[in-house]
């Protein structure tokens, strides 16, 4: 099953959104963290783009993820529904896992990009999570005790999203076919558009296929 490559909305986010250098010898957004050094220069990653200069990830999230209660991150699941027009919303869940599944139209570019900012909201909600533009970021919280950031930050741990447009790639993905990523710099390229995505989330924003 063909799905769309993480590394190619992290090409397009770095080039398009931040306008930087698709060679950039400062930049590096296949690394998850804030910034690293090679050869004694600093070379700025992924979460530097979204964020800024935080090089203390573990000492940010809080700030992000105690905003709500665990509760409220269920409900982000819930709202996430209503925002991709679903009409049908199911929640899975026991010790180990938690599921949720909806039948809304599939992410594009834009939306998964919503997904994963923050304060940059659209939405004129006045609670909580509407107004400080969170969103996705408090499901972080249900990866594991309090807020989740030792398992986010020590362990890489983090929530799976698949957003399919087609039957048949739900039913390839709970068959365990074979995955193949494509990797574009171009949406529009034939056949990278209807792909679906299939990506892990960690450190809150930094997506890996």
């Given at each position: 099953?063909?799905?769309?490559?993480?590394?190619?909305?992290?090409?397009?986010?770095?080039?398009?959104?931040?306008?930087?250098?698709?060679?950039?010898p400062s930049?590096?957004?296949?690394?998850?963290g804030t910034?690293?050094?090679?050869?004694?220069?600093?070379?700025?990653?992924?979460?530097?783009?979204?964020?800024?200069?935080?090089?203390?990830?573990?000492?940010?999230?809080?700030?992000?993820?105690?905003?709500?209660?665990?509760?409220?991150?269920?409900?982000?699941?819930?709202?996430?529904?209503?925002?991709?027009?679903?009409?049908?919303?199911?929640?899975?869940?026991?010790?180990?896992?938690?599921?949720?599944?909806?039948?809304?139209?599939?992410?594009?570019?834009?939306g998964l990009?919503?997904?994963?900012?923050?304060?940059?909201?659209?939405?004129?909600?006045?609670?909580?999570?509407?107004?400080?533009?969170?969103?996705?970021?408090?499901?972080?919280?249900?990866?594991?005790?309090?807020?989740?950031?030792?398992?986010?930050?020590?362990?890489?741990?983090?929530?799976?999203?698949?957003?399919?447009?087609?039957?048949?790639?739900?039913?390839?993905?709970?068959?365990?076919?074979?995955?193949?990523?494509?990797?574009?710099?171009?949406?529009?390229?034939?056949?990278?558009?209807?792909?679906?995505?299939?990506?892990?989330?960690?450190?809150?924003?930094?997506?890996?296929?």
């Amino acid at each position: 099953m063909k799905i769309k490559s993480a590394k190619s909305f992290r090409f397009w986010y770095k080039t398009k959104v931040k306008e930087i250098e698709k060679y950039s010898p400062s930049h590096n957004e296949n690394f998850v963290g804030t910034y690293h050094t090679e050869n004694g220069k600093k070379i700025k990653g992924f979460f530097e783009m979204y964020h800024g200069d935080k090089p203390d990830i573990a000492s940010y999230l809080p700030s992000i993820l105690k905003i709500a209660e665990d509760g409220q991150a269920i409900y982000e699941f819930l709202q996430n529904a209503v925002d991709c027009n679903s009409t049908h919303f199911y929640i899975f869940y026991n010790e180990k896992y938690f599921l949720a599944i909806n039948n809304g139209e599939a992410f594009d570019i834009e939306g998964l990009q919503s997904v994963l900012n923050i304060a940059q909201t659209t939405k004129k909600s006045c609670d909580k999570i509407g107004r400080f533009g969170i969103g996705f970021k408090l499901v972080h919280r249900l990866v594991g005790k309090n807020e989740g950031v030792s398992e986010l930050v020590n362990q890489y741990k983090g929530p799976i999203l698949f957003s399919w447009a087609k039957l048949q790639d739900l039913q390839g993905l709970m068959n365990r076919e074979p995955l193949e990523p494509i990797f574009s710099e171009n949406e529009d390229e034939p056949g990278y558009k209807i792909a679906p995505h299939l990506l892990k989330l960690i450190l809150t924003n930094f997506p890996r296929a």
